[in-house]
């Protein structure tokens, strides 16, 4: 079993920054792909950002520019740096580890980020 542990989010104005973090613990196999989704009022779950345990990044077009996804192996954790916050950022983001295959997902219990002046 893996649990992903988030922490970071929170409120804040318009053009500010937030950085999201994700711990993993428990059975993870070295290849895998960790990412950050989220789902705001109203709105189905997206993908903003995931990295491969090799480093290739993939983001969303509404925050490329604005967002970096970055992880540390050894402390099995990926962060979520976010800048330029705009109101549209809005939303719960929850932590995801997958593996290649796509026979195993976990979810993290997710964070809630306002931005709001």
């Known amino acids: 079993q893996v649990q992903l542990v988030e922490s970071g989010g929170g409120l804040v104005q318009p053009g500010g920054s937030l950085r999201l973090s994700c711990a993993a613990s428990?059975?993870?196999?070295?290849?895998?792909?960790m990412g950050w989704y989220r789902q705001a009022p109203g709105k189905e779950r997206e993908l903003v950002a995931h990295?491969?345990?090799?480093?290739?990044?993939n983001y969303a077009d509404s925050v490329k520019g604005r967002f970096t996804i970055s992880r540390d192996n050894a402390k099995n954790t990926v962060y979520l740096q976010m800048n330029s916050l705009e109101p549209d950022d809005t939303a719960i983001y929850y932590c995801?580890?997958?593996?290649?295959?796509?026979?195993?997902?976990?979810w993290g219990q997710g964070t809630q980020v306002t931005v709001s002046s």
């Open positions: 995801n580890l997958r593996y290649h295959s796509g026979l195993s997902t976990s």
């Open positions: 428990g059975s993870i196999g070295s290849i895998n792909i």
């Open positions: 990295i491969t345990s090799g480093g290739v990044t």
